[in-house]
């Protein structure tokens, strides 16, 4: 999967969602027809959606079911809730969280053993290209789901210097970890 003809799905188009999806189009060139969104309220999502060209959908089975790449995006007490109907689905994605405080062992427990997925904490600066992603070492992505991400939101968040005393350990299935301290764009946290 290509950074620039992944398909991205976010479940969940709040402000954080919102700010990533204007990084990817406006910053990193991604089209917004490769971006698809569900929440809670269709009408205020559509109005977000529309000015980006954003393909907005009422339920997450149909982002799931239209993209490679799946943003979970909703508060923390939700995840549970609104993935639990996808789970089975979701086994077959490369799964982004953005939902604060919810780490590797939650989502391995919630999609089951075998599934991609890897936590995030980005900040909203990332809709102007300017953003900081920290990203959790621990995770499940293959390789190419990992370069896919990398690629796709490399664009849009600023060089940090890495923070690590030792590197990551390595999840089964995950791609092979890179030192941490290489990563050019990626804060790591333990």
Request: glycine share 8%; with cysteine.
């Amino acid at each position: 999967m290509d950074a620039q003809s992944a398909r991205i799905g976010f479940i969940g188009f709040g402000n954080m969602a919102s700010a990533m999806a204007k990084g990817l189009i406006e910053c990193a060139g991604i089209e917004g027809s490769h971006i698809c969104a569900c929440a809670a309220h269709f009408d205020s999502l559509v109005e977000r959606c529309e000015p980006l060209g954003i393909r907005a959908f009422k339920s997450p089975a149909e982002v799931v079911e239209n993209c490679d790449l799946v943003v979970i995006s909703v508060k923390p007490s939700l995840v549970g809730e609104v993935l639990s109907p996808v789970r089975e689905a979701l086994r077959e994605k490369a799964v982004i969280s953005v939902a604060a405080g919810l780490l590797f062992d939650f989502y391995e427990d919630l999609l089951g053993a075998g599934s991609h997925h890897l936590s995030t904490i980005p900040n909203t600066p990332i809709a102007v290209g300017c953003g900081v992603i920290a990203c959790e070492q621990k995770h499940s992505l293959a390789t190419d789901e990992w370069e896919t991400f990398t690629g796709l939101f490399d664009g849009i968040a600023l060089p940090l210097r890495a923070i690590c005393s030792r590197p990551p350990a390595p999840s089964p299935g995950a791609a092979p970890p890179s030192p941490p301290c290489s990563w050019s764009r990626w804060q790591t946290a333990a």
